[in-house]
């Protein structure tokens, strides 16, 4: 059972471009949740998604950032018009049902860097 | 406001002894904490969770102790082995937000193991 999977691992923008992050979650988990992570910082919630829904994007900006995960393929965390304040790690995590009731897996993360 | 926050950015333990990671929230709502491990360029790994209905879960080689009354998370670590040594994460999940995986990351306390 493979795990959840991120890609690409590292991914280098020139500001303006356009990130597009991939994550698929673990078999069988319909819940994604995605985080960033600053150097030498913590991670930060920015969205959490079900199959063709979201369910809380309180922490993700209102501008420039979107994300879907449809009913097939994986979860895509888009970031428009890359600035340098965008670079920092951004992991997601799955699990089958809501957070707290059961288990959350994070993938290896997407180190997004733009020059 | 909300906070969750650790004691000591590092730590440095012989190999053999035990560790104590520290943390203190400041929101009395919060009813889930989890401790993380997070190795270079990794995502975090679950280590260890508690509600806020108990106050000590017991894992393998480790125990997490939750003091309700002064808001104060800690994870112990029994003979500590090279392989422990990472970044730690205490994370909390509010009183009705469990559903949503909106976790509240600490900034970690990175944990050195002297051979």
């Known amino acids: 059972n493979a795990g959840v999977m991120q890609n690409p691992r590292h991914l280098v923008r020139r500001r303006g471009q356009e990130a597009r992050l991939r994550c698929s979650p673990m078999?069988?988990?319909?819940?994604v949740y995605w985080y960033r992570q600053l150097p030498e910082e913590g991670l930060k919630f920015m969205v959490y998604?079900?199959?063709?829904?979201?369910?809380?994007e309180s922490g993700m900006p209102k501008e420039r950032f979107s994300a879907e995960f449809p009913k097939e393929g994986p979860s895509i965390l888009r970031i428009q018009q890359v600035v340098r304040g965008d670079s920092a790690a951004y992991f997601c995590?799955?699990?089958?049902?809501?957070?707290?009731?059961?288990?959350?897996?994070f993938g290896q993360g997407t180190r997004l860097t733009v020059v | 406001g909300e906070s969750v926050g650790l004691h000591l950015p590092t730590l440095s333990v012989q190999e053999g002894d035990n560790s104590i990671i520290n943390c203190a929230y400041s929101?009395?709502?919060?009813?889930?904490f989890i401790w993380y491990k997070q190795e270079s360029g990794k995502g975090p790994q679950f280590i260890i969770d508690?509600?806020?209905?108990?106050d000590k879960r017991q894992g393998q080689r480790v125990t997490v102790l939750l003091n309700k009354t002064v808001k104060h998370l800690s994870l112990q670590i029994a003979a500590t082995q090279p392989g422990d040594s990472a970044v730690y994460f205490c994370?909390?999940?509010?009183?009705?937000?469990?559903?949503?995986?909106?976790?509240?990351f600490g900034q970690g306390t990175t944990l050195q193991v002297k051979p």
């Open positions: 508690i509600r806020s209905n108990m």
């Open positions: 994370a909390e999940n509010m009183a009705g937000s469990s559903n949503t995986g909106k976790l509240i």
């Open positions: 995590a799955s699990s089958t049902t809501g957070w707290g009731n059961t288990e959350a897996f």
């Open positions: 078999k069988g988990h319909s819940h």
């Open positions: 998604l079900q199959k063709e829904n979201i369910i809380d």
């Open positions: 929101n009395s709502a919060s009813d889930y």
